[in-house]
């Protein structure tokens, strides 16, 4: 009997789950590989919990295993971001390997690493700096894939280019594999609203480019990002949302959200709240803040976890509240989906639970008919 593959246990970003299908092929048979999140200590703690309940070797990659592999050390083998693709850090020959994840959808990472330094984040302590797929690279290895939809993925999308001769941007490459490839839906990761360049907004008038975004906003408080040394203000994230809006007018807007930034007060917290209406918010991902040792944040005047979590909750009552009056538009509406089995992918990024199962990675025509507990129902 062959041994059993190895399993891959990702936490975190689409970035992560981008790698799972090149991890699963690198690791030895029958183990277990946990790709590893820190963007919280949560988050941190989770892959401590899972590397303890895994079985068959064990091995530990990802931002929290590069960032604190002490903390693993005693039931785990440790494999830093930087070597996590490269073959020969799991005894293996060959070139590294490629980031794409072939599922229902398929996940492609373009970029990976950051070169910013934004006071709560130690995603650019556990990445490295930005590093791009060259355009003719990324082409290649899409037009390779037979999925219904292709999802890129990189840990700062919208600085894609930059470190690549001729600097080509974001929407150069999206341009490209729309022009160039045979993909029938392709959809977007987290952008950086101070990055987002004009070619890209163009492409969104194309149909085959999904009609959902995710902006990495963190708050709506001009004081609060300046402190973050995000290098977008309020206005800016409208703005971005209103050029959006112009060209694909249904396009919906998601974003992520921090309650608590160390020195927050009310008003500040006001501002994160009424962004949501705003920027015509509509999936929003908000956590409240999780001090991060080595960043700057850490070391300000803390907001208490209390109040942090209490301004989390409002602000996610908030975006639930707008997320059902969003569903609520495509009552009755057919929509074509991608199966995943029991539910469904919709081109807004709307998740549809499907009367029955239908074949994952299928394209399949559905019509929302209810909304219970935040999901819609065929």
Known sequence: MSAAPAKVVTHGCRSNLAERDALAALAPSGATV??????TAEAARDARAAARA?????YVTGCAATLDPARFADIATIIPNARKLSPQAWG???PPAAAVTRQSRAFVAVQDGCDHACTFCVTRLARGASRSV???????RIAALDAPEIVLTGIDTTSYGQDLPGKPTLGALVQAILAQTGVRRLRLSSLDSAEADDALIEAFADPRLMPHVHLSL???DDLILKRMKRRHSRADAIRLVERLKSRRPDIAIGADLIAGFPTEGEAAHANSLSLLT??????AHIFPYSPRPGTAAARMPQVSPHIAKARAAQ????AAQRLHSFQSTFLGTPLETVSEGKS??????????????QPRGAIVQATPASIENGQIFQ
Not at 34 to 39: K, L, Q, R, T
């Open 344 to 357: 469904g992918i919709t081109p807004h990024g709307l998740k549809i639970r499907y009367s029955e199962p």
């Open 218 to 220: 963190q708050s709506g």
């Open 34 to 39: 946990i790709n590893s999140c820190a963007v």
């Open 278 to 283: 705003e920027a015509d918010i509509v999936h």
């Open 92 to 94: 293996r020959a060959g």
């Open 134 to 140: 060259p355009v003719d690279e990324a082409l290649a």
């Open 315 to 318: 602000l996610r009552e908030a």
């Open 54 to 58: 895994a079985t068959g070797p064990v």
